[in-house]
């Protein structure tokens, strides 16, 4: 699987971005998809996730009622819709595809996954 981000961009306070992810080389509905993120000196951490399926997602407390996590009909692409951005926001965003045995699994930690985009790198100004 090859995943290729992007999206990011230089964004104001209050702001949006929409962050995407296309997916090649396998058949989707069979990998739980996420978005981790990684800030300067700080650790990569989980920021969203959804089911092979599309119909079930998590989020970090942090960007809950923010960010919207989805997948198209043919589930190739991922997409991280951010709205209402901060400055606690910038960071370099990875997307992340991991095989799974039922389409209803969600994966949230980055261990579960195997496969990582590139990251596209997020900055939001004050």
């Known amino acids: 699987v090859q995943l290729q981000a992007c999206g990011g961009g230089l964004v104001q306070a209050r702001g949006s971005l929409r962050l995407s992810c296309a997916a090649s080389g396998a058949t989707l509905s069979h990998y739980a998809m996420g978005w981790f993120r990684q800030a300067p000196g700080k650790e990569r951490e989980f920021v969203a996730a959804?089911?092979?399926?599309?119909?079930?997602?998590k989020y970090v407390d942090s960007v809950k009622g923010r960010f919207t996590i989805s997948r198209d009909g043919a589930k190739s692409t991922l997409y991280l819709q951010m709205i209402s951005l901060k400055p606690e926001d910038s960071a370099v965003y990875y997307c992340?595809?991991?095989?799974?045995?039922?389409?209803?699994?969600?994966?949230?930690?980055?261990?579960?996954?195997?496969?990582w985009g590139q990251g596209t790198e997020v900055t939001v100004s004050s």
């Open positions: 992340a595809a991991g095989w799974t045995s039922s389409t209803r699994v969600i994966k949230t930690t980055a261990s579960q996954f195997k496969y």
């Open positions: 959804i089911t092979g399926s599309g119909d079930v997602t």
